[in-house]
């Protein structure tokens, strides 16, 4: 099982709306809506934010937002504040019934 | 507030084993999936393997043969086991809680991470 595909970076200024994808196959990202996103700042223990593709967890603000097209997910995070500076995480359950990560996306809030 | 509490640091040889605890809430083990990930040195998450509440442990391939994940509800504690250890291995191990009764790859709760260090 190969890891789902994420850009190493992105960038944005406060305020601004950043959109990282990932990107798997037909085998887990585009068979399921097991999709999940991840926010580990340095240092620090992941934190859930995105759950099957949509759903936020409780305290987690609405402007973080999940999507899905095909075998691509992405999460969108509107109204970048200092503190949204991390590295994100997607994830997806498998046809093998495993689950994978993608490789991260660090995002730098200029 | 459920919460999962894990082992502590461990240093390894080469070709040695380490076995890392979970100590869960009451219930944890009978009401959710747990996953077991890790991540090396400046490197990102991987998934090796995880059980549902029914039925067996699902392991990645890359881990096939060499991890062994299990639970002990009578003590509410998870374990991960993994052998035949070589430098690459050298990483923290996080245990997860998944929202569901089977693995779904949406971990609610994590452990605090148990650093494993490989060396000779």
């Known amino acids: 099982q190969s890891a789902l595909t994420q850009p190493p970076s992105v960038s944005g200024s406060p305020g601004q709306s950043v959109t990282i994808s990932c990107t798997g196959t037909r085998t887990d990202v585009g068979h399921y809506n097991r999709v999940s996103w991840y926010q580990q700042p340095p240092g620090t223990v992941p934190k859930l934010i995105i759950y099957e593709v949509t759903r936020r967890p409780s305290g987690v603000p609405d402007r973080f937002a999940g999507s899905k097209s095909g075998n691509t997910a992405s999460l969108t995070i509107s109204g970048l504040q200092t503190e949204d500076e991390a590295y994100y995480y997607c994830s997806s359950y498998t046809s093998s019934n495993t689950g994978v990560f993608g490789g991260g996306t660090k995002l730098t809030v200029l | 507030q459920d919460q999962l509490v894990q082992s502590g640091a461990e240093v390894k040889t080469p070709g040695s084993s380490v076995k890392v605890s979970c100590k869960a809430s009451v219930g944890t083990f009978s009401n959710y999936a747990m996953s077991w990930v890790r991540q090396a040195p400046g490197q990102g998450l991987e998934w090796m393997g995880g059980?549902?509440?029914?039925?067996?442990?699902s392991y990645a391939e890359k881990f096939q043969g060499r991890v062994t994940i299990s639970t002990d509800e009578s003590t509410n504690t998870a374990y991960m086991e993994l052998s035949s250890l070589r430098s690459e291995d050298t990483a923290v191990y996080y245990c997860?809680?998944?929202?569901?009764?089977?693995?779904?790859?949406?971990?609610?709760?994590w452990g605090q991470g148990t650093m494993v260090t490989v060396s000779s």
């Open positions: 997860a809680r998944d929202q569901g009764v089977v693995i779904t790859s949406a971990f609610d709760i």
């Open positions: 059980i549902p509440i029914f039925g067996p442990a």
